[in-house]
Each structure stands twice: as structure tokens, then as C-alpha cells.
């Protein structure tokens, strides 16, 4: 199978797995806000924050190193997992206990505080998850990722419709949450020692050390990230109640679920672009480039499109109550292309060996994003939160930029992605005149229709990019 294709293979592999896990968050999310209301989805919301902050602390950038080790060697891979699973797995139980102890000190309503009892659990098997995706990724066999995601969907949706149903709350459904977690570890620890590699117990103390001297950028970029994954959740739950949490979350996962596709793809090119700068091979700047052209053509239509559709969209999949969730997903929208671009900007510049810089960028973002985010939450609620995502979002992507233009990278934007945002733009303008005269339901299509035709008029693609279309489609012959 030609390279190419096998991206495009574990690119769908993934891209199904996390399609599969936002959509339940977000059909969760949907559940509980219409069942318990803007507070309950605000306790929840605020319990998975911490939980995914505590997470991204313990994992401590082990997944990023592990793919860019096994793709220089793969002989090494059991001596890497067990190393990695061993250390995150302590730094894990460290957390979670430290985290229980100091937790009745927190003047955090009495629901929110039964809530991150619970969930903080969750944390030792979701790092060893985190691995072991790691691993299936590295190899190419990302469809397993969306066979575990299917299965643990299934299983936390309907358990949790069942829970919310016959009147349980949060503390319950964040407790199903942490049993799927669970049962997900030991699936994955099934397929890799059947179908991947044979693990077999080896730990060295020395080998340990050095994988921490080679990992401190990952250690630290995976523990800012974690600050950086929403601080505004956290702020809120210390400055304003559960209910104005209730409405930034209900805005921001409807921007969340929309980054899963860049996410997923870069993953899957990021041990293309490790191997092709650790080789000096010039294909890194084409695999770049493409990335920034196909990335930003795919998120500017939704950004454009949800910022026109915001009332609707939050009046249909929330119903009444959360009219103040609108004004903040207008402004949350941009974090799509923001977001988008990041995801490419970091990978470059980790492949090129120098993660570093991705911690320096990390760093100044989260100092700005706190103090400016405790402000902006203090005076404007969960609308400051928004602005507070929405300005930190752009400046870690300016600085991206200023990185990698540093050493001469010439990145032309304009080019790339220029005419993708003017058919976006006309879309927004299309979508706009006819919000009035036609059912959600029907504007929808016509805008994402009106998209097209403007992108084939303006001649957005090459005849290169036709070229490596029907590349990746065509049947390779053996």
C-alpha cells in the first residue's frame, strides 16, 4: 500500500474513532442540559475540565514522544511502552491521590465537588489508553481505534440515558464514564500483545532517566497544554456558578467537536514529518504545505456557516434557557481555522526536533491566557470566557507562525487558503440573505452547496491537488 493511502487509511481510522467519541460527548452534553438544565451540564462540564487537565498533566507528552521513537525504530516498541506505561501510570495514581486530598479545601458547590471525587479515578486508565493509542497509531492500525471507540460509545450513551432517565445525576453518570475507561484499557492491552508486539516486563532505571532528559519539552508542552485545554472552565468555577459554566460549555462543544478532523489527520502525518526532516528529505514542505491548504479549506465554511447560524443552532439542540450560550459561540467559532493551523504549526516545528519552542509558545499563551482570562470572566461572565479562548487561540498561532518564519520557512498563507476563505465569505453572505425564507434543515445544504460552486470557480484547487485525489483513491496494483 503506497504512503498515501495508508495516511488516508488511518487518517479514516482515527478521524471514525474520535468522530464516534466527540458525537457522544457532545449527544451527552445535549442530554444532560436539556435534562438537568444549564447547572447540571455546568457540573459536568467543570468535572471533565479538571479531569482532562489532571490527564494531559500524567501522560506528561509520552504519546507524541512514543509515535516519533517508534517511527525511527519499531524493534524498540515494548521497551517504550513498558517504560512509559510504568511511569505515567504512578505519576497518574500520584495525581489522583493528591488531587482527592486537597479537594475538600475547594470552595466548589457541593455536586461539582461529588463529581471530580469520582471522575479524578478515570485518570490511571486514561493515560494507559492514551499509550497504547499511541502505539496502534505508530503501526498504522488506527481501526481499532474506532472498534474501542464504537463499543465504549454504546456503552457510556446508553448507560447514561438509562442514569438521567430514571433520575440519577451527574455523580453517577461521571462514575459509568470512569467504569468504560476501564473496560477500554483492557481492550486495547488485548490487541497489542495479540496482533502488534509482544510486551514483555523490562525496566531499567537508567533507560528511564534518559527518556525523561529526551522528553522534558514533551513533559512540559503536555503539562502547559493540559492549562491550556480550557483554563476558562476552571476560572469560571471559581468566579462565577455552575450555571455560567453551563453556558460556555454548551458553546464550546459545538466548536470542540469540529477540531477532531485536524487533529486526527496531523496525528497521522506527524511520523511522516518526523521521518522526512530526520532524513533531510524535502517532501516535509510539500506534506506541509498540502496540510495548510486542505485543513483550512475544510474549517472555514463551518466556522463561517455557525457564526451566521449560532441562534438556530443553539435553539435547536438546546432549547430554551441558553440564549446567553449564543453571543459566546459567535465568538468561539474562529477558534476552528485558529485551532486548525495550530495543530499543523506544532507538528512541523516538533518533527523538526525542536519541541522546545512548541513549550516556549505554550507558555507565554497560558501566562496571557490567565490573566487576561480571570479579567474578562470577572467582568462579562461566560462571554468573557469566549473572547478569553478565542484571543489566546490566535496568539499561540502568531507565534507558531514567528517560530518557524525565524529560520527562513516561507509560509504564504495567501496563497495556500485565500481563495478557500473568499468562497467561504460568499457562502456566509448567500447563507445570511436566505436564513429567512428557508428551514435550517434546508439552508444547510444550500450554504454548503453554494460553498462548492464558489470553490470550483475560483479555481481554489490545482490540477496537483486533483492529481493527488485520485491517488489517494486509485487501487494499487501489486
Known sequence: MSQPRKVLKNTLGMGLSQTIDKAAAVYLGIFVARTLGARGLGVYSAAMGYYGLLFLAAEFGATVYLIREISKDRTQTGRYVIHLAVMSGALALSFTL??????????YSHELQRGLYVVIWAIV????????????????????????SAIAAVVNVSTTLYLLRHGFGVVSILAAFVLVQFVVTGFYFLVIIRRIVTLRWEFSFAFARKMLGEMKAFTGSSVVQGLLSRPELILLSFTRNDAQIGFFAAALRLVDI??????????????????YHHAGDRRAHTVRAKSIKYLLAWSFPITFGMFILARPIVQLLYGSGFEA????????VWII????????????????GEHGDVFGSQIITMLVRFAGGYLLIRLFGSLGAAFSCTASALLLVLLGIHKLRSDGTRLNFLPLTGRFALAA????????????????????????ASYVVMVLLFKAFSADDFSTFRRLWRVQST
Open 98 to 107: 493528591i488531587a482527592r486530598a486537597i479537594m475538600p479545601f475547594l470552595s
Open 125 to 148: 486508565p486514561a493515560v494507559s489508553i492514551a499509550i497504547q493509542e499511541g502505539v496502534l497509531i505508530a503501526y498504522q492500525r488506527a481501526e481499532f481505534l474506532a472498534y474501542s
Open 258 to 275: 469540529w477540531q477532531l478532523i485536524p487533529r486526527v489527520y496531523m496525528a497521522n502525518v506527524y511520523p511522516l514529518l518526523s521521518k
Open 325 to 332: 450560550s449564543i453571543p459566546a459561540l459567535r465568538v468561539l
Open 337 to 352: 481555522p485558529l485551532a486548525t493551523l495550530w495543530n499543523i504549526l506544532w507538528r512541523v516545528i516538533s518533527a523538526r
Open 425 to 448: 465569505a460568499g457562502m456566509a453572505g448567500v447563507t445570511f440573505f436566505l436564513q429567512t425564507h428557508l428551514n435550517f434543515w434546508v439552508l444547510v445544504p444550500v450554504g454548503f
